[in-house]
């Protein structure tokens, strides 16, 4: 009885650990997701501001001419609105998550 006890200690153990491993890369694609789609805005320079309405990402840029709105849609965007100097981009549930990055990183 003791001995398969422990048995399941060990397997839940081991899916514990393969769980946060595979958290871990995701949250390490996310980044560099992120660094792709700062890229294709123009760069760091080009954002003035970025907001996050739901599952909209709004983000205010200097040139909007640099951007590359097929890089954008190849990362999972939706859609992509532009007005004047403002993208507005869907990315659904991610959008809070990508908002906070660049925060971040900027």
Request: net charge positive; no cysteine.
């Amino acid at each position: 009885m003791e001995m398969q006890l422990w048995h399941y200690i060990v397997i839940i153990l081991v899916l514990v650990i393969v769980s946060l491993v595979i958290m871990k890369l995701k949250q390490k694609n996310f980044s560099s997701e992120v660094n792709k789609l700062i890229q294709y805005l123009g760069g760091k320079d080009n954002i003035v501001n970025a907001e996050v309405n739901m599952s909209r990402f709004k983000v205010i840029l200097k040139d909007v001419s640099i951007v590359n709105k097929d890089g954008i849609t190849s990362l999972g965007a939706q859609g992509i609105v532009e007005i004047d100097n403002t993208l507005k981009i869907i990315f659904g549930k991610d959008a809070k998550q990508l908002k906070k990055y660049i925060d971040d990183m900027m």
